[in-house]
């Protein structure tokens, strides 16, 4: 089970990188960037379920859940 350090930097390096990948749809709607677009909501979500999961496993071992 990784550590909740891992699970947090892993949640910020899927993060950045969806956010790059949302950025060519500011710029034009093209049928191309729709994939880059959907991919970068997965990778969003992702890292948004890893960083609770990570807050999660902390307040646990701190006792406050």
């Given at each position: 089970?990784?550590?909740?350090?891992?699970?947090?930097?892993?949640?910020?390096?899927?993060?950045?990188?969806?956010?790059?990948?949302?950025?060519?749809?500011?710029?034009?709607i093209?049928?191309?960037?729709?994939?880059?677009?959907?991919?970068?909501?997965?990778?969003?979500l992702?890292?948004?379920?890893?960083?609770?999961?990570?807050?999660?496993?902390?307040?646990?071992?701190?006792?406050?859940?």
């Amino acid at each position: 089970m990784p550590s909740s350090d891992t699970l947090t930097r892993a949640a910020v390096v899927l993060c950045v990188v969806g956010l790059l990948l949302l950025l060519p749809i500011l710029s034009s709607i093209r049928a191309s960037f729709v994939g880059f677009y959907m991919l970068g909501s997965l990778l969003l979500l992702v890292s948004i379920t890893l960083y609770v999961v990570a807050v999660v496993r902390e307040l646990r071992r701190g006792g406050a859940l």
